[in-house]
């Protein structure tokens, strides 16, 4: 065994901890994918020097194909980082045509008080056909600046590529057999790398890929590309009011074809011509979906068919579309196929709700259409399914399931399809290929971003997705004054769900690598302190009253349940066993966890209270509620309670308070302004009042709502921001998760 001793950098307010791979400000985590940390370490240790882009390049990607463009977008990641400036930088400066220099002061240090034990180890050489899924990875995709378009900032792709990586084992050798085993191996894996890489198979089709961020408005809900990739069609939200434009991608060039209405656009694709955009929209009353079609050029719009729960899908030859159609009454959702004009209607599957379809793409051969079905009668998951156009026979198409799907579409040759999926525990989507026919799943992107939506040329060249990310951060303030809330951590997940200790120290979810971790710090940010270690994805963490218990949600057992940590982080317990459960709240006596629980028989939210030692749970509403609190006495619950408007996702909420028992609500409550539900609510202390979150012209703020049923109070003047979740300290202290969407329009291209 030999003695390491722990060696780190500092410079200005940063801190390297080169052994634990670890990037500090001021004591606090920055968080950096394992690529970025690697060109950092790399630039911090030749401080003063040119490090040549592709020494950085051969020394960081060296087992993997890429361009110069991903050194670009890392370097770009880390200057985010360091908030560094391009044109005048303190840290990172570039050196054109040669690569880049560190040029801040850097001072290194050996901690000789932590020795570090090394085993030796035998190498393995292992050939791997995908590489290591990194959630933070920066990958491999090139990102540049078209015409007219942004370049993406962080926005980064992870394609799969063959890769060699070499493992380490926990084999124990002496020197004298370890040093002519590695060198054998080493000489071994030399050899089938050469072989490997002349034998190799053709770049796989991501490897060229490059992805832009096209546009500056921020405003963009779905997107579509023509066929021949020269238009895009866009909807886009501002004031509670949503239009269609359709944008010529050389020029930017952009026209409005459908003006400012309150309706929800819910998909969009262009005619084979490039003549027509193909929408389906919820109009103003929310009780149907139509179908309509209108000229790239503007001018009415033709209403082809309503009743529609799905965009549409058209065959190869045009004359027919497939959908979606959900009938409560039947208690069905059933894949349809209509002619071109909406008439000749034809049912080909039906699955029994909660159960239901979704998102069907009709193959280039025209005998199968692929689609999504959503379960959640045995745990909420999606399958990737084809059905038969002619025999309605339903097969697997893809090898495995994904928390959620948001379109699928087929790739010119029909030998796979693209969507955007999130996998289960995640609330990020990726951009997915699935190969046809053997299913098999490949990322094309691999990143914190989240892509909803695809739509792909003709040539399938070319992809157009939304970037629907939050880029968050903690903000905090001090009772009384609230007004003096300022930002405590930067660059978080918008699911940080920050709350209060009963010693004023605040506890969070931060992702990691692999998955999101508690964490604990300070009230002004600092010391932070990791909590769990492979727990799952955790969210929405609350604190016991005596501050002896930390529960939260974590899909560490395959979906999502409730689980309780001692609040050291230790003695992780499974306390539910349910189909989906999230949004735990402690009892103020500290004997029971209040949660939402998703009830798959009647496809709705109900409120559910377990023992905070687990078991059985017992129902406390029979109604859609979710975002529940107990009052401080223990007398009450404050709920929401969520009415589906029938053909939408719209679900306006009413505050209910029923007995803690349950039972019927003995108050109900409908604040102005409107409360975004998602965010959830929390009694003051006095129980008089609850407060919650309402968002207008892409503000949010904090309301306070008497419980006498007086007239809503603003306790909070944040001018920017959306907020995505808040809490409360006993003494009144504020902590709350601030960012804005991305929203932006992202245009991959080189798919072949």
């Given amino acids: 065994m030999v003695g390491r001793n722990k060696q780190s950098y500092e410079f200005g307010p940063f801190r390297i901890d080169r052994d634990e791979r670890i990037l500090l400000r001021e004591g606090k985590p920055v968080p950096l994918a394992p690529r970025a940390f690697d060109v950092l370490l790399a630039l911090v240790e030749n401080s003063g020097h040119i490090v040549a882009k592709e020494e950085l390049m051969n020394k960081v990607w060296a087992d993997t194909f890429v361009e110069e463009g991903n050194l670009k977008v890392t370097v ?103 040093l002519p085993v590695a060198a054998a191996l080493t000489a071994l894996g030399a050899i089938v790398l050469v072989l490997f890489l002349a034998n190799r198979k053709p770049a796989d089709r991501f490897e060229a890929m490059r992805m832009v961020r096209y546009g500056e408005s921020g405003e963009a809900k779905l997107a579509a590309i023509s066929p021949d990739g020269r238009y895009l069609a866009t909807s886009s939200r501002e004031g509670g009011r949503e239009r ?26 262009f005619s084979d011509d490039g003549n027509y955009v193909y929408y389906t929209v919820n109009e103003e009353n929310g009780t149907s979906s139509a179908l309509f079609r209108v000229s790239v ?27 979606v159609r959900e009938s409560r009454n039947v208690g069905e959702s059933a894949l349809m196929v209509s002619d071109a004009d909406g008439n000749d209607e034809r049912k080909i599957i039906a699955h029994k709700l909660p159960d ?35 025999d309605g026979a339903e097969r697997p198409l893809a090898s495995r399931t994904w928390g959620y799907v948001e379109q699928l579409k087929w790739l010119k040759d029909g030998r796979g399809l693209v969507m955007s999926a999130r996998e289960q525990g995640s609330r990020n989507f990726q951009i997915w290929r699935i190969s046809y026919p053997r299913g098999e799943a490949q990322r094309i992107t691999n990143d914190l971003n989240s892509y909803e939506g695809v739509s792909v040329t003709a040539d399938s060249n070319a992809l157009v997705t939304v970037d629907m990310s939050m880029h968050s951060s903690i903000w905090a303030a001090p009772a009384p004054d609230i007004g003096l809330a300022r930002q405590i951590v930067s660059r978080v997940s918008a ?56 529960v939260f949600t974590s899909d560490a057992a395959g979906r999502n349940n409730i689980w309780r940590i001692d609040a050291n982080g230790g003695n992780r317990k499974q306390l539910t066993n349910g189909a989906d459960e999230n949004r735990p709240r402690c009892s103020p006596d500290g004997k029971w966890v209040l949660f939402t629980s998703f009830e798959p028989a009647g496809h709705q939210h109900m409120l559910h209270r ?91 703020n904090i309301w306070e709502q008497p419980l006498d049923g007086g007239s809503a109070r603003q306790l909070t003047d944040f001018k920017s921001d959306l907020i995505s979740s808040f809490a409360w300290s006993r003494n009144g202290s504020l902590v709350c998760v601030r960012g804005a969407a991305a929203n932006d329009i992202i245009l991959i291209t080189n798919l072949r």
């Fill in 495 to 550: 699911y940080s769900d920050p709350v209060w200790t009963l010693d004023e120290k605040i506890v969070f979810a931060l992702p990691g690598i692999n998955n999101r971790e508690l964490w604990v710090m300070d009230a002004d940010g600092s010391n932070h302190k990791r909590l769990t270690v492979d727990a799952g994805n955790v969210s929405g963490p609350d604190v016991s009253p005596e501050g002896d218990y930390i």
């Fill in 356 to 390: 239901f379809l979704d998102y069907p793409a009709w193959s280039p051969d025209g005998k199968t259409i692929a689609c999504t079905v959503v379960n959640s009668t045995t745990g909420y998951h999606v399958d990737v399914v084809q059905v038969g156009v002619q």
């Fill in 244 to 269: 269609l434009l359709v944008t010529q991608v050389a020029s930017g060039i952009q026209a409005e074809i459908e003006p400012p209405a309150e309706v929800k656009y819910m998909g969009l694709l």
């Fill in 610 to 700: 377990v023992s905070i030692e687990g078991g059985e749970s017992l129902q406390v509403t029979d109604f859609n509620s979710s975002s529940a609190d107990i009052s401080t006495d223990m007398k009450l619950i404050a709920c929401f309670r969520l009415e589906a408007r029938e053909g939408t996702d719209e679900k306006p909420a009413a505050i209910y308070v029923i007995p803690f028992e349950g039972g019927a609500p003995l108050k109900v409550l409908k604040p102005w302004p409107a409360p975004s539900h998602s965010v959830g609510l929390h009694w003051t202390r006095d129980n008089r009042s609850l407060t919650y979150v309402s968002t207008s012209g892409g503000v949010s």
């Fill in 297 to 323: 050029l503007g001018g009415p719009s033709k209403k082809l068919k309503e009743g529609l729960a799905s965009p549409p899908s058209f065959s190869p030859d045009r004359a027919r579309f497939a959908f």
């Fill in 76 to 178: 770009s990641v880390l200057r985010k980082a360091l908030d560094d400036a391009h044109g005048q930088p303190r840290f990172i400066e570039t050196v054109p045509k040669r690569g880049y220099r560190f040029v801040a002061n850097v001072s290194d240090s050996v901690d000789r008080s932590s020795l570090v034990l090394l085993e030796e180890t035998r190498s393995s050489v292992i050939i791997e056909e995908n590489e290591t899924d990194c959630q933070e990875d920066p990958g491999h995709a090139r990102i540049e600046k078209p015409p007219a378009a942004n370049s993406v900032s962080g926005a980064t792709s992870a394609p799969i590529s063959n890769s060699v990586a070499v493992q380490q084992s926990g084999i124990r050798r002496s020197t004298r057999v370890a």
